[in-house]
Nanobody, 126 residues
C-alpha cells in the first residue's frame, strides 16, 4: 500500500518560514518524481513545485520562485518543501505527490497512477 504523509504545516507570521516534509512508503523517490501543490478554500488547486531525482529537473511556480525550495532525501524516502518569506496568500492546504512523470507546466499531478498525501495546513497571518 502506498502512503504519503505530509507534516510540518502550521501557523506562521508573514515573513516567516516553514519546512514541510512528505514521508513515503510503498513507493520510492528513486523511481518517482515529487510534486507539491496547494489548495486554498474556494480556490482551484495550484501547482507549487516538482522535481525529479533521475535528472535533477526542478520547476517552481512563479508565485513561489526564489522563496520555496524543493528537495528530497531518497535514503529516507522523504521529500521536503522549504518555504521562506511566507505571505498570507501562501495560506492553503499543501499536498505532496509521487508521480511517474513531472506534471509540467501546470505542476499539478493529474495522472491516474500518481499518489497523493492527505495534505497539511499552512496558515500565514499578516
Amino acid at each position: 500500500e502506498v502512503q504519503l504523509v505530509e507534516s510540518g504545516g502550521g501557523l506562521v507570521q508573514a515573513g516567516g518560514s516553514l519546512r514541510l516534509s512528505c514521508a513515503a512508503s510503498g513507493v520510492t523517490f528513486d523511481d518517482h518524481a515529487i510534486a507539491w501543490f496547494r489548495q486554498a478554500p474556494g480556490k482551484e488547486r495550484q501547482g507549487v513545485s516538482c522535481t525529479s531525482s533521475s535528472d535533477g529537473s526542478t520547476y517552481y511556480a512563479d508565485p513561489v520562485k526564489g522563496r520555496f525550495i524543493i528537495s528530497s532525501d531518497n535514503a529516507r524516502n522523504t521529500a521536503y518543501l522549504q518555504m521562506n518569506s511566507l505571505k498570507p496568500e501562501d495560506t492553503a492546504v499543501y499536498y505532496c505527490a509521487a508521480v511517474r512523470t513531472l506534471p509540467v507546466p501546470s505542476l499539478i499531478p493529474t495522472a491516474t497512477d500518481d499518489y497523493w498525501g492527505q495534505g497539511t495546513q499552512v496558515t500565514v497571518s499578516s
